[in-house]
């Protein structure tokens, strides 16, 4: 993507982090605009360049509210930078920066849901209690681990609110696109030469800055899908597991509880196939209540967590029958073995066993 960006750390910890490392990145210098324009006056490789900042943010639209989103200030190439793609209307311009006209730019979600399929183009949005005019949509991008990526509204790094998201004079990062991996690297190399220079670093001294790579954020996140797709299958396999043999053991208990009771029916003509059947279903009854019970406490927490969180948690109607035509499987296999061993009882000595 020949993309890299400078911020006061990094966005995303691409290896083991240790809390010493935190409390050392915590007490850089933040990056301020100066910085920005200096390194954009420093670097003479062909690059796109643009500054952002970002918060969290409740956007208003007549009635309609929406809580948690990201506010971001930007300059113009921002879009360019991150190959966001505009599906209605347009992005702001670099005049519109520079004057920090009241005009932004939402994420598809957003505008679905505070504008519901009509139009909001020339609407007004309230950020911060600050009127402003919607000037274009941006196209879908999707979720990642079930986060909407389209939760966003973008408005001029000049704009009125500016003051909410930094400090005077501080950016979050500094992002440049280059035409090609080397003019990259090349861009990277003047970019840290500029900021060590600012910041007076002797030669052996680290950075007191990071650069990283669109790439090196996507290896990161690739690898966090590898071990989650790898780790996952086995927690619910862990679980049916343990299920399996806690019923089994209270299977084989009610089978030892009610010995002389299987005695009485089988000298009462019931058969192996009867006394079989009865304690599969048993088990298979006390599987699928303990599945049913899984379900709903899934959906409870499901409600707590979307309710509580940004995160947008749900329970597909799939999912729950599947839970509960595996906890039945799992009370057929985990009383399989209880059921045999009651079916094939002596009664004559099932009927001299104490209760």
């Known amino acids: 993507m020949n993309t890299f960006r400078l911020r006061q750390f990094p966005d995303v910890a691409l290896g083991n982090v240790t809390d010493s490392m935190w409390r050392s990145w915590e007490r850089r210098p933040r990056v301020s605009y100066e910085d920005a324009q200096a390194v954009m006056r420093g670097v003479t490789v062909p690059v796109l360049a643009a500054w952002e900042s970002s918060t969290r943010g409740t956007l208003t639209a007549g009635r309609r509210t929406a809580k948690d989103v990201q506010v971001t200030a930007a300059t113009e190439l921002y879009f360019d930078i991150r190959s966001l793609v505009i599906e209605q209307g347009r992005a702001f311009t670099g005049q519109e920066v520079q004057a920090g006209a009241p005009v932004l730019v939402l994420g598809r979600d957003l505008a679905d849901k ?3 399929g009509r139009d909001p183009l020339g609407s007004e949005v ?14 879908k991008q999707g979720n990642l681990f079930g986060l909407s990526l389209d939760k966003f509204v973008v408005a001029p790094a000049s ?9 005077p004079r501080v950016v979050d990062a500094l992002a440049m696109k280059a035409n090609s991996q080397p003019e990259m690297r090349e861009a990277m190399s003047q970019a840290e030469a500029v900021m060590r220079s600012r ?26 899908s590898g071990i989650l797709r790898f780790a996952l299958p086995f927690l619910p396999g862990i679980s049916l597991v343990v299920g399996g043999i806690v019923i089994m053991n209270i299977m084989l208990m009610a089978v030892a509880e009610r010995t002389r009771e299987i005695g009485i029916r089988k000298s009462l003509g019931a058969r192996r196939g009867d006394i079989l059947r009865q304690f599969l279903v048993e088990a298979i009854t006390l599987a699928t209540v303990g599945a049913s019970a899984g379900v709903g406490i899934g959906i409870l927490l499901a409600a707590v967590v979307a309710a509580v969180s940004p995160l947008p948690a749900a329970v597909a109607p799939w999912s729950i029958v599947v839970g509960v035509i595996l906890g039945a499987g799992v009370g057929i296999i985990a009383g399989v073995y209880p059921a045999t061993r009651a079916a094939r009882l002596d009664p004559i000595t099932a009927l001299r066993a104490e209760t």
């Open 159 to 167: 704009a009125p609110l500016r003051r909410y998201v930094n400090p």
């Open 126 to 139: 309230k950020i911060f209690d600050i009127p402003y005019r919607v000037i274009g949509v941006v196209e």
């Open 114 to 116: 505070l504008f519901e």
């Open 199 to 224: 910041r007076h670093l002797r030669p052996r001294q680290a950075d007191d800055f990071a650069m990283e790579t669109a790439d090196e954020v996507l290896e990161f996140w690739s690898k966090i």
